[in-house]
């Protein structure tokens, strides 16, 4: 594996990659939560790739604002689409949840045996998430269309079920970590990411989840 932490500033000229570049990124995503480890090979993991995995973000942008106009319309029950106010609260939400447990894993990296393989968690895992919005935005198209009923409910459990484990598989082959580190990685990041709407919801005084 590369070593941990890159050098030198996040680039700046080309920081959003190609379409063929992201494909790429999505295919080693897909191949290690599949159980495929080679799937390392298709990410970039140079100090460029790593900070360039950042615009995962972006890439993820589109279903990520799906799934907020889906929340506005359907599941606040009031069928308005929702203020600009509403959507800073959603993307605010989201962005922490993304990021902050990036930020705990490569401050506690060096004490849990971690630092060889942040860049790898951290690439594989920004990918890996960019990959999940898009693979589940019809279930958000699919609450748009039809409405809120018991079957699209149970549906979402599913949906959120399927991207813990996903991502449980993404961590381990990624990090050629055991199962149970694994485990304990995600439920950090699904506490970290329930704080954040919790945090979020009170900051701006909107119910997002």
């Given amino acids: ?94 962005a922490t949840a993304w990021l902050v447990p990036i930020l705990i894993m490569m401050s506690v990296a060096r004490h849990i045996g971690f630092t060889r393989k942040i860049v790898p968690f951290v690439v594989a895992l920004n990918w890996g998430g960019a990959l999940m919005a898009w693979i589940f935005s019809p279930f958000f198209l699919l609450v748009l269309v039809i409405g809120s009923s018991d079957g699209t409910q149970a549906l979402g459990l599913v949906v959120a079920a399927l991207s813990i484990v996903l991502t449980v598989r993404l961590v381990s082959h990624s990090t050629q970590s055991d199962l149970p580190l694994s485990i304990a990685i995600v439920t950090m990041m699904v506490i970290v990411a329930l704080m954040s709407y919790a945090a979020v919801s009170d900051l701006f005084g909107i119910r997002i989840a």
């Fill in 1 to 94: 594996m590369r070593p941990s932490l890159p050098a030198g500033s996040p680039p700046t000229p080309d920081f959003l990659p190609s379409l063929g570049e992201i494909l790429r990124y999505f295919s080693g995503a897909a191949r290690l939560m599949g159980g495929q480890s080679d799937g390392l090979h298709r990410l970039d993991l140079s100090a460029d790739g790593f900070w360039r995995s950042f615009a995962a973000l972006l890439v993820a942008l589109p279903p990520s604002i799906l799934s907020w106009i889906e929340f506005e319309r359907i599941e606040r029950a009031g069928g308005e689409a929702g203020t600009a106010l509403d959507y800073l609260a959603h993307a605010t939400a989201d």
